[in-house]
């Protein structure tokens, strides 16, 4: 291979890793906290926005998919694999699922999934399976981890409001279209809002039922809720009971207290479910709610308390939450970490190779530039481990050229002239170089095929890491040490 | 060059790694197995950071054992932040609400703003048992590949005495985090692979001056001469290796946070176990082996 086409190889390849990179140092450089932000918003919510800005955002949203972007533990955020209560189902069932129930149940629990997450707000949330029962649910930047958890398992979207009785009063028949929905909205106060019951008919599917008006306000959310249960009466007659966290007990008993006789709504994804009326004061945090239901409907009303409204009952199998705190320091701990291993690292070859000492800190810079580059390529998720598999790159990569420059000193001992020296001690130094970096490899191949997902980082950015400094420390060092010698007529080398 | 005698010490290399393996297996068995972190055991971890740094571990303890859930808790040692890790036993369900619970009480004891939520974790009996499930199959398909890999390219003898050089690095790794109570977790299995394939990389280099040198009849004639020549020829670039990865690791031990401490650790050892190992236990094992049963010249 002649050296212009060496050297045009080395200026593709960082050509190609300063594309791909661009994309990433734009999206973090140059635009601001804002313009990021804003690829957080919800479809309902871009409405809002005149058609200029739209088309705006939607370029950086396109951005987004080519960056590097930095994991949950880097920015914070919530990681959650959930599963079927299946000791719950044993009881609400008698029987478990068969395995086409259990993928049916699993397809509408992935639906109401992302119905409740595209309401939240973050930023590429993620919902997937994993295996056959499993759902990965990962939330990047979410900042407060128990109202995404509420949410996730269906509480947070869980609401007490009161119903608006005067205006619920008003409502006709004939105020409502064919499909229900009122004609007139103005009837409406500004501080209320129309919703509607719904009950679940004898095919158990829950059915509108009629409009009812409610206030605005939040007066308690379902994440207040601790436990839910059925229990019998003295009569037998059942009724559902559920006890309420310190703080939402305090709340309960002053609305309670403020509002006795009227109607308390429990709404759950804007639909109401049940309208139970305040008889007295519940300062303990212990309610009951009687009425005149079966048993069934009082178990499906304890476990929409519990738990929101899944077809089968989700338990965490596995979470993962990293407070933006800590993420934040993270990031500062895994960025300093690196540059002073790098600085020592380059410190070092300077000070032992002296001249080839900087041939090799050129090809750790490219080494490094090369893979950012790559792993922006790979819409690469940035995690701690990975910056730690940055880290062990940097510390591995002068490996090569040690292994090089040994050579080329032995062979200059032996008596041979530099350019000779520099040709056998790379030839001499390849088969070595490639079996050593193999062995890495394999370790690091099989690693990545560890289902978890830091891990997995680790192991794709030393391997990616690896094999670019086959390629600098190899084809790139001996392309700096070739053109060298004959630019400058270099006769002895300091190395 | 310097040719210093590494392989006449070789009885004093193999009993100082024999001492550490020994006194890391009796440690290990007196504390019935390695110390198992949440990945592999399951568990709840709440990680917390208190405005109040009057606050001590005793007071976050006395709030976890109101909850009813033990009294595991650890000081992250931090000169600036005040922060506690409270771990719990992971049940069968409703592990969040363990969690809930204990911010809960958090909360009420110190003040919601001055009790800040770092960390929560949680990994259920069935995703534990998957993961440590996961780990094995992991590591012995690595190991597979990397004797396959070994046998494929060096002869018998060098193959079996850097598979062996490779499990003296690992046990070693594992003494260490055993006399260290670490915690055995997903990062430090991480960690114990790379060294598996950082250690057999040191060796292969070794190894490779050995078979390159032994061609000659005069050298095979000198065999000891000829092996301690080249782990002489090739100590500057082990040592030198050794010390760029380590002074990486070293950092990231320092600075690179809480999270990363262990698995660096585990690096640490396991590059400076991989160092000796192929200094002084491999190509010392070639030797002795050769003693034993003397190995055909072209066989190398």
Do not use: C
Request: hydrophobic share 45%.
């Amino acid at each position: 291979m002649n050296k212009a086409f060496r050297l045009l190889l080395v200026l593709i390849a960082v050509g190609i890793a300063t594309w791909g990179f661009s994309y990433t140092y734009i999206w973090y450089f140059r635009y601001t906290k804002e313009d990021r932000a804003m690829t957080n918003l919800t479809a309902e919510e871009l409405v809002r926005f005149p058609e200029e800005k739209r088309l705006q955002i939607k370029e950086i949203k396109k951005l987004r998919s080519r960056i590097i972007n930095l994991g949950l533990d880097l920015q914070g955020g919530i990681y959650m694999v959930l599963e079927p209560d299946y000791q719950e189902l044993k009881k609400r069932h008698g029987s478990s699922l068969t395995p086409d129930e259990l993928k049916d149940a699993m397809r509408r629990v992935m639906e109401i999934l992302r119905n409740r997450i595209d309401k939240f707000g973050v930023s590429e949330p993620s919902i997937r399976t994993q295996g056959e029962d499993r759902i990965v649910v990962e939330l990047p930047g979410s900042k407060d981890p128990n109202r995404a958890r509420n949410i996730v398992m269906g509480r947070g979207l869980l609401e007490f409001r009161l119903v608006d009785e005067e205006t619920t009063a008003k409502l006709t028949r004939d105020m409502f279209d064919d499909t229900g929905t009122l004609i007139d909205r103005s009837i409406i106060p500004e501080n209320s809002e129309l919703l509607y019951l719904w009950v679940k008919n004898r095919f158990d599917i829950l059915e509108r039922q009629r409009a009812v008006v409610v206030y605005k306000e939040v007066l308690l959310e379902g994440g207040a809720i601790k436990r839910a249960q059925v229990q019998t009466d003295q009569f037998g007659k059942p009724e559902v009971t559920f006890e309420l966290s310190t703080d939402g007990a305090k709340q309960f008993a002053s609305i309670t207290g403020a509002n006795v006789g009227k109607r308390l709504a429990i709404i759950l994804d804007n639909k109401i479910l049940s309208m139970p009326s305040i008889r007295e004061r519940i300062p303990s945090g212990r309610v009951r709610i009687t009425g005149d239901f079966t048993m069934k409907d009082a178990q499906d009303q304890a476990l929409v308390l519990r738990a929101g409204a899944f077809p089968v009952p989700l338990q965490i199998a596995e979470q993962r939450v990293v407070g933006p705190s800590l993420g934040e320091d993270s990031i500062q701990a895994g960025i300093k970490a690196a540059i002073i291993g790098s600085a020592l690292v380059i410190l070092f070859m300077l000070v032992y190779y002296k001249l080839a000492g900087i041939i090799a800190n050129i090809a750790l810079v490219l080494n490094i530039y090369l893979l950012l580059g790559i792993l922006a390529w790979l819409n690469f998720t940035l995690t701690l481990p990975g910056i730690a598999g940055m880290i062990l790159t940097v510390g591995m990569s002068v490996d090569a050229n040690v292994i090089i420059f040994e050579r080329i000193k032995e062979e200059l001992r032996s008596g041979k002239t530099l350019s000779a020296a520099v040709q056998s001690g790379y030839e001499k130094a390849f088969r070595t170089i490639l079996d050593a970096n193999m062995t890495t490899l394999i370790a690091t191949f099989v690693l990545s095929q560890f289902g978890s997902g830091p891990i997995k980082g680790f192991a794709v950015t030393l391997s990616v890491g690896i094999v670019i400094n086959m390629f600098t420390s190899i084809f790139v060092t001996r392309l700096l040490f070739t053109m060298g010698i004959d630019a400058f007529r270099v006769k002895k080398l300091s190395i | 060059m310097k040719n210093i005698k590494i392989l006449h010490i070789r009885k004093f290399t193999y009993t100082l790694s024999a001492v550490i393996i020994l006194a890391g297996a009796v440690n290990i068995a007196v504390n019935r197995g390695l110390k198992m972190g949440i990945d592999f055991a399951g568990g709840n971890i709440v990680q917390v950071q208190l405005a109040d740094s009057n606050i001590t571990i005793g007071d976050v303890r006395d709030v976890l054992i109101g909850t009813g859930y033990g009294n595991n808790v650890q000081k992250i040692d931090d000169p600036v932040k005040n922060q506690f890790i409270l771990k719990t036993l992971a049940r069968e369900r409703d592990n969040d609400k363990i969690i809930a619970e204990i911010t809960d009480a958090l909360y009420r004891k110190f003040g919601r703003d001055a009790v800040v939520i770092e960390k929560a974790d949680i990994v259920g009996p069935r995703i534990s048992k998957y993961l440590l499930r996961s780990s094995y199959i992991i590591g012995v398909v690595a190991l597979v590949l990397i004797l396959l890999y070994t046998t494929f390219r060096f002869k018998f003898r060098f193959g079996v005495t850097a598979i062996i050089a490779l499990i003296h690095d690992v046990l070693i790794v594992l003494s260490f985090i055993s006399f260290f109570s670490k915690e055995m977790d997903t990062f430090i299995l991480a960690a114990v692979l790379t060294i598996i394939g950082y250690s057999l990389n040191d060796t292969i280099v070794v190894f490779d001056r050995v078979r390159e040198n032994l061609k000659s009849s005069k050298a095979y004639e000198e065999y000891i001469k000829t092996v301690n020549r080249s782990i002489n020829q090739s100590l500057s670039r082990t040592v030198i290796t050794s010390l760029t990865t380590l002074l990486a690791v070293l950092s990231l031990f320092i600075f690179g946070g809480n999270t990363m401490k262990d698995f660096a650790f585990a690096l640490i050892v396991g590059i400076i176990a991989g160092t000796y190992s192929s200094i002084f236990i491999a190509s010392a094992l070639v030797v002795d082996w050769h003693r034993w049963r003397p190995e055909k010249m072209k066989k190398i």
